[in-house]
């Protein structure tokens, strides 16, 4: 049996008691992340109108690159989807501790940067963490597809899921968590949600295996 095989067992452990909270928080985490970067990115590059427009542009084009490249990975059912989407969400809890200081050192060296500039330096600083952001949904419907054999339920199920998350994390952003924690604070709490969930769905696969 192949080692990286998706375990067939981990499908039988009442997958909604886990699948959608892990992507309620999943997206929740991202909006807190999106929130507090583009704060962090304004405070070096202004927040003028071709500023914001490209750094939100560099969001999109990691989030679109990551929902493309994770398409491509999951399309081979023999690609283990889950553990994908484990490591995945681990790398972006990782990438979220030292996000800040990266953007405040990266800033300071390119201040005064035009906006050409600040759009390269805007995208190398947020397309990794985006691209795996992006690529989150499509390898977590290939799973729930092997799962469920439905493709519209799972990509309805998830994305309704993924959403409501972010929009939970809207909310609290703007009424309670950014005012108590802080960009400091709410980041840690983002990445901490990632790693989490990292550590749930490497706990279901492994007793999946068991």
Not at 128 to 134: K, S
Not at 169 to 179: H, L, N, P, Y
């Amino acid at each position: 049996m192949d080692p990286l095989a998706e375990p067939r067992s981990a499908a039988g452990v009442l997958p909604l008691r886990w699948v959608a909270p892990v992507f309620f928080a999943s997206g929740f985490s991202a909006l807190l992340y999106q929130t507090v970067w583009q704060r962090a990115l304004f405070t070096h590059y202004g927040t003028n109108v071709e500023s914001v427009t490209v750094i939100v542009t560099a969001f999109m084009v990691g989030l679109g690159a990551g929902s493309l490249l994770g398409g491509v990975y999951s399309r081979d059912p023999r690609r283990p989807a889950l553990l994908a989407f484990c490591l995945v969400e681990a790398a972006i809890g990782l990438f979220g501790l030292v996000s800040l200081p990266l953007i405040e050192k990266v800033g300071a060296l390119t201040l005064g940067m035009g906006t050409l500039g600040t759009g390269v330096v805007s995208l190398l600083l947020v397309l990794v963490p985006t691209t795996l952001m992006g690529a989150t949904l499509p390898v977590l419907v290939a799973f729930a597809v092997r799962l469920w054999g439905n493709v519209g339920r799972s990509v309805g199920a998830l994305y309704f899921v993924n959403t409501l998350g972010s929009a939970a994390a809207s909310f609290a952003a703007a009424f309670f968590v950014m005012s108590h924690l802080g960009q400091a604070g709410t980041v840690q709490l983002a990445a901490g949600l990632n790693l989490g969930v990292a550590l749930l769905v490497s706990l279901v696969l492994r007793r999946g295996r068991a």
